[in-house]
Structure formats: C-alpha cells, structure tokens
C-alpha cells in the first residue's frame, strides 16, 4: 500500500536519544517474550469487546491516560484497516462461543452529533461486512417510531426504538442474539437492559455511571509493574502515578482540602522521578472526574495553590460531565507532556489506539491547534487524522530504529494492549 507523499506523517519534536529510546528499544527487543506473555495474560482475562486508549508521549516516557470501553471514532481509523478490523470483529463473536447471526447497535442518544454519527454509520458497516444483521436500537426516551437520520455524504442511518418483552429486548420484530453498546451509560442503566437474557457487550456496569478511572488505573499499575518485570523497566515510564480524594463538590469547594493535599503530594512523586531521570520539565497533574468522558470535567494544575484560586467559571466546569452529571469524585493523574506534532505549522497531538479484542486495529492522531503539550487536547477545536502508516504496523522491524513509524506504533500498540489487559481484569473484578 502507497503513501501519499504529500499527507503529513506525525513526528517527535524531541532528540530520540533519551530514555524513550530506551522504553522502545526494550519493547522491540523483547517482541517474542512480549506476545507469548500476552496470549496466556488473554487466555486468563479475556479482552474487552472493543477499546480505545488515549496515549501521551513526552519524549522520555510513554503511558496511557484514558481507557474508552465504549468507543466512537472508528470514523477517523484509515479506511486501508477496514479488513483488519472486519476480521477482529469476526473473532471477537466467535469468542462468546454462543451463535450470533443478528446484532442491536445501541448508539449514544445525541443524534445531532455528525462526527459521532460518522462513527455510527462505520461500526454498523463494519459489523454487516462481518456477516451480521445489524439494526439500531435507540434509548432515546421519546423515540416512537423509526427516525431516519441522513448524513453528509448522503447515506443515512435509521435509528428505532429498542423494546422489550419479558426478558428479551428487540428493535421491532428484530430479536438480537447480542446486544453492542456503543453507548456508555453515562446516565445509569437504563432498566430494559438489566437482567435481560441476550448477550450485552459492554457489561452495562462497565458504563460510566459505575465505572471509575482510579479503579481502572489500579488495575493498569498492577499491569504495568508485571510488564516491566518482565522487559527490565522501571513501570514508571509505561505508567502515570495517581491518587484520588473521597467526595468533592467544586460549587460548595468541599473536600478541597483533601484534593489540594493528594495533588501537592502527587507533584512531589513525579519531581522525584524528573529529578531521577534529569527531566528538565515542570511537574504538573491532571484533575479529571473519576467517571465520565468526551474530555469533560478535566483540568491541568501546576500547584495545590491554583486549587484555591479557582474562580467559579472554573469550578462550574469542574462541577459537572456528561448529561449534566454531578462531579462527586475526581482522580489526581500525573500529567504527561505530548511532544509529538503533526503538520506545518506543526500542531500538539496524541495517538489513540483502537482495539477490538486483543487486536490493534489501528488509531489516529487527536490534534489540537490552539492547545499546548500540557493540556487537554479532546476538547473542542480538536481534529483527528488517522495514521497514515504504510502498513498496520502490528509487528515491529527490529532492523529498523526504534522511531520508525512501523516500530512506534509497535510500540504504541504494546502499550494500548497493557490498558486493555487492565480494564479486562477490571471486568472480572465486578462479576
């Protein structure tokens, strides 16, 4: 497959000589220990349906910061992989060892969203090239009938109402044999969902309504230091150091006390790491609700004294995510500079990572033009540009440099894996 010599390709503005070589090299040269570890870790914790991970790499470590069990950006994966994930899909159904002819694609209700449509339409697609009859169930509340919705290359999407009857649910006269959340339940489960007798991927639980990051990021640190061992690595610089306070209410500033205390001692942590490895970097963490997405309720702090000096902009957006969701508990994440860019002038971005099952099936580059390599770039004004690798890049070429676009994304890949393998065994703690 050609690449377009005139389509930009990300790269590092940092020097490639430091530790981050040394994280890559360590992967590349352990590539066959690597997936034999990884086939027994799968054949223990079966992965996820389907995932994206938002990386961030800072030149002299690589680590994951969010982990989507719902994801909606197959839209913006490179159309060459179509087969790749086509057959991912495949293996994943034939791995619920139950026949499965007919699917019920369950989107998120925001039906005015085109870029999140776009995702809809792709996924829906990508499942009927599978070999599976796929209708869309909607949850939208007041939905009555069929609602034809057409997009902007003129094809369209027909979402209906998702029934049910007894213990099954159905859309019309279609009766699935599994149920694909695309979905995340941000606003709770919603009752035709519980107890129903038909396969329901994601486990609703895992919905944002229940699920936390600082559960999930536990479960990745534990990943992280077994990973580690095994290649000879400090975990740190696959990893981001964490903690997380009791409960907090932004508009009433309870629990501030608390949360200034954790990020003071987080950015303690992470200057004793800079110091370790001869970072010339400021520290600084990331406050994030401890649920949710979309890049909500997420913000940058340099000092436990910014904390205090909020002003109530700054806390109404801390206060709520998603549907209107009341910000009770938040996660202190290490922050992790991006010092990749891409284009010219060149812009901060940040891969994401698309697994279905075990398999990397490709990713793009969140890219943001009016943000810094400190912040949060899902955020409005960001764009994504699929990776435009002349391969898949599934496995490395260790004759070649580490920072060749084969063997970083490789790399990438590795890493994207590990949070896959977190959040599968943060399934099997639930059940």
């Not at 369950?106 to 039906?111: L, N, Q």
């Not at 970072?279 to 990331?286: D, E, K, L, S, Y």
Request: glycine fraction near 6%; charged fraction near 25%.
């Amino acid at each position: 497959m050609a690449i377009d010599p005139a389509q930009p390709v990300p790269h590092l503005t940092t020097a490639l000589s430091g530790p981050l070589h040394l994280v890559e090299r360590h992967i590349l040269d352990r590539q066959p220990a690597i997936e034999s570890w990884f086939r027994g870790q799968w054949r223990r914790s079966p992965a996820p349906f389907y995932a994206s991970v938002d990386l961030r790499n800072a030149g002299y470590k690589i680590a994951p910061v969010d982990t989507n069990l719902f994801p909606a950006g197959f839209n913006n994966l490179n159309p060459e992989f179509e087969s790749l994930c086509i057959q991912s899909l495949q293996q994943a159904v034939e791995r619920l060892g139950k026949p499965v002819d007919r699917i019920a694609l369950v989107p998120e209700s925001h039906t005015r969203n085109v870029f999140y449509l776009k995702n809809v339409a792709v996924l829906q697609s990508l499942l009927e090239q599978a070999g599976f009859s796929v209708r869309l169930g909607s949850l939208l509340p007041d939905l009555r009938e069929s609602m034809v919705v057409t997009l902007e290359d003129g094809s369209s999407l027909k979402f209906e109402p998702l029934g049910r009857e007894g213990d099954r649910v159905a859309v019309g006269d279609f009766v699935p044999d599994l149920v694909l959340l695309n979905n995340d339940l941000s606003a709770g489960i919603p009752a035709l969902l519980e107890d129903i007798t038909q396969i329901v991927l994601p486990a609703p639980r895992l919905g944002w309504s229940t699920r936390l990051k600082s559960v999930h990021f536990s479960f990745y640190q534990q990943v992280a230091r077994e990973f580690a061992e095994l290649i000879g690595l400090d975990p740190w610089l696959i990893d981001s150091l964490f903690r997380n306070c009791g409960e907090i209410d932004f508009m009433k500033r309870e629990g501030q006390s608390c949360l200034e205390k954790n990020v003071n001692s987080l950015l303690e942590g992470v200057r004793a790491k800079y110091e370790e490895y001869g970072i010339q970097c400021r520290p600084f963490a990331m406050v994030k609700a401890d649920a949710g997405t979309y890049g909500m309720g997420v913000m940058p702090i340099h000092s436990a004294e910014e904390l205090m000096e909020l002003n109530r902009k700054q806390r109404t957006k801390m206060a709520t995510t998603k549907e209107g969701q009341k910000v009770s508990k938040v996660i202190i994440q290490e922050g992790v500079y991006t010092y990749e860019t891409l284009g010219e002038p060149p812009h901060v971005a940040e891969p994401v990572v698309y697994l279905i099952d075990h398999n990397v099936v490709g990713g793009f580059y969140r890219v943001h033009e009016a943000r810094s390599s400190s912040e949060n770039l899902n955020a409005p004004g960001m764009r994504f540009e699929p990776l435009a690798f002349e391969e898949c890049c599934i496995l490395p070429d260790r004759h070649l440099s580490p920072d060749a676009h084969t063997n970083r994304f490789y790399a990438y890949g590795v890493i994207a894996r590990l949070a896959a393998l977190a959040a599968a065994r943060e399934r099997a703690s639930l059940t």
